[in-house]
């Protein structure tokens, strides 16, 4: 089973608020992930790592930021939230090598609404 | 440009078969997965493909066509469990950071 964990699951807050979304996996991958989701749309790829001091954007443009500081966090923080972050926010991690084949593991996700 | 399509909903019946499509434009195509997810909850890996054919894995089957960008996911004996959306996702390149995922196809199964 997979062991990644997000939190908070729900967030209602209010506009200009500093944001830290948590993640973090048990499984030692190398791989980290962070996805957008509005309901019943895909998911948009906002940032991703492949490990300590590694961190990209994704396709979808966002206002967010990521470290990786240690292998098993992922922390994305949104400086001043406004409402059209308001989303759900999924963290996934995969293991490197096996040519490229190796499924992503989800969290949870975490619901924000901006108020 | 990068594009993925499935059924947005299908409706089938306890115990039937359902096969959901899905047909993919994409450069550098290097697998395609099929993932679960429940609402309100994560999405779970089901399978992958990245050789045409029929990988079967229980009740589950995908099968996969490169040269058509298209694959199909077969679920047989359907339980009501198996209502939730069905994401496809197509992998760019190497290094499997760039997938691409499909709006999904939301499944209900009826008694």
């Known amino acids: 089973e997979a062991d990644i964990y997000q939190t908070p699951r729900y967030l209602v807050i209010g506009t200009g608020k500093k944001i830290t979304l948590e993640c973090s996996q048990t499984?030692?991958?190398?791989?980290m992930y962070w996805y957008q989701q509005d309901p019943g749309m895909e998911l948009h790829l906002i940032h991703y790592?492949?490990?300590?001091?590694?961190?990209e954007k994704g396709d979808l443009s966002s206002e967010s930021t990521v470290s990786r500081i240690r292998t098993e966090h992922f922390p994305l923080t949104l400086e001043s939230a406004r409402p059209s972050h308001t989303s759900q926010y999924l963290c996934?991690?995969?293991?490197?090598?096996?040519?490229?084949?190796?499924?992503?593991?989800f969290g949870d996700g975490t619901r924000l609404s901006i108020l | 440009g990068q594009n993925i399509d499935q059924p947005t909903e299908m409706t089938a019946t306890e115990g039937a078969i359902v096969q959901i499509n899905c047909t993919y434009q994409?450069?550098?195509?290097?697998?395609l997965f099929w993932y679960q997810q429940h609402a309100g909850e994560a999405p779970t890996f089901l399978s992958y493909?990245?050789?045409?054919g029929l990988e079967e894995k229980g009740r589950f089957s995908s099968f996969l066509s490169r040269s058509k960008g298209y694959s199909y996911l077969l679920l047989k004996e359907l339980q009501m469990k198996d209502s939730a959306s069905y994401l496809c996702?197509?992998?760019?390149?190497?290094?499997?950071?760039?997938?691409?995922f499909g709006a999904g196809t939301r499944l209900f199964v009826k008694a």
């Open positions: 996934a991690s995969s293991e490197s090598g096996g040519g490229g084949n190796q499924p992503q593991h």
């Open positions: 499984m030692g991958h190398d791989k």
């Open positions: 790592s492949y490990g300590v001091n590694s961190t």
């Open positions: 994409t450069s550098g195509f290097n697998g």
């Open positions: 493909n990245v050789l045409d």
């Open positions: 996702a197509v992998r760019r390149g190497t290094g499997g950071f760039k997938t691409i």
